[in-house]
T-cell receptor, first 115, second 112 residues
Framework: DQQVKQNSPSLSVQEGRISILNCDYT??????FLWYKKYPAEGPTFLIS?????DKNEDGRFTVFLNKSAKHLSLHIVPSQPGDSAVYFC??????????????FGQGTILTVHP | DGGITQSPKYLFRKEGQNVTLSCEQN?????MYWYRQDPGQGLRLIYY???????QKGDIAEGYSVSREKKESFPLTVTSAQKNPTAFYLC???????????FGEGSRLTVL
């Protein structure tokens, strides 16, 4: 049972344009969401997060939007740069539960930004 | 520099052999985790430990074992009971404050 889903395996955008990566979840106990970026043969690195008490969080070129009623979140990258080309993972957890820090990951979306 | 060190980076083993992957952190984090990455399946949790001398099974613990004798170390043993051990293994740690995990660079295990 895939509790966190990234339905787009890949996304290709032009440099300078907006990249939108999507993520859906099914577990209503999830209340904290994170995005990670991963280059080949390296570990993922934390990008941005959002708590369920918010619907938007912004950090420079990266903005995460959360729609709790739809159980959907998205990561916007504006403007996209070639160095953003990587695999992006959406992750979720129940921050208030005893398994705090135990993240459930989506399958990942490969972003390619063309110069 | 603070971080997580995984070794070896690449490992080849024959079928039926147990192998142990090392994970060491100097971030003074209480919690440590092992994830497995397979193509198209994202990261799946194998085991996690929130405190020394205690650990819990994750979603795919069968065929794996761990120990947590020191705060800094969380080795993972892939046993011969693991049916499909070839994968990319990632160790992570957290201070539990934000849910943010810090990952090592990973170990790629290939069983021949």
């Amino acid at each position: 049972d895939q509790q966190v889903k990234q339905n787009s395996p890949s996304l290709s955008v032009q440099e300078g344009r907006i990249s939108i990566l999507n993520c859906d979840y099914t577990n209503s106990m999830f209340d904290y969401f994170l995005w990670y970026k991963k280059y080949p043969a390296e570990g993922p690195t934390f990008l941005i997060s959002i708590s369920s008490i918010k619907d938007k969080n912004e950090d420079g070129r990266f903005t995460v939007f959360l729609n709790k009623s739809a159980k959907h979140l998205s990561l916007h990258i504006v403007p996209s740069q070639p160095g953003d080309s990587a695999v992006y993972f959406c992750a979720a957890c129940n921050a208030g539960g005893t398994s705090y820090g135990k993240l459930t990951f989506g399958q990942g979306t490969i972003l390619t930004v063309h110069p | 520099d603070g971080g997580i060190t995984q070794s070896p980076k690449y490992l080849f083993r024959k079928e039926g052999q147990n192998v142990t992957l090392s994970c060491e952190q100097n971030l003074n984090h209480d919690a440590m985790y092992w994830y497995r990455q397979d193509p198209g399946q994202g990261l799946r949790l194998i085991y996690y430990s929130q405190i020394v001398n205690d650990f819990q099974k994750g979603d795919i613990a069968e065929g794996y074992s761990v120990s947590r004798e020191k705060k800094e170390s969380f080795p993972l043993t892939v046993t011969s009971a693991q049916k499909n051990p070839t994968a990319f293994y990632l160790c992570a740690s957290s201070n539990g404050g934000t849910g943010e995990l810090f990952f090592g660079e990973g170990s790629r295990l290939t069983v021949l």
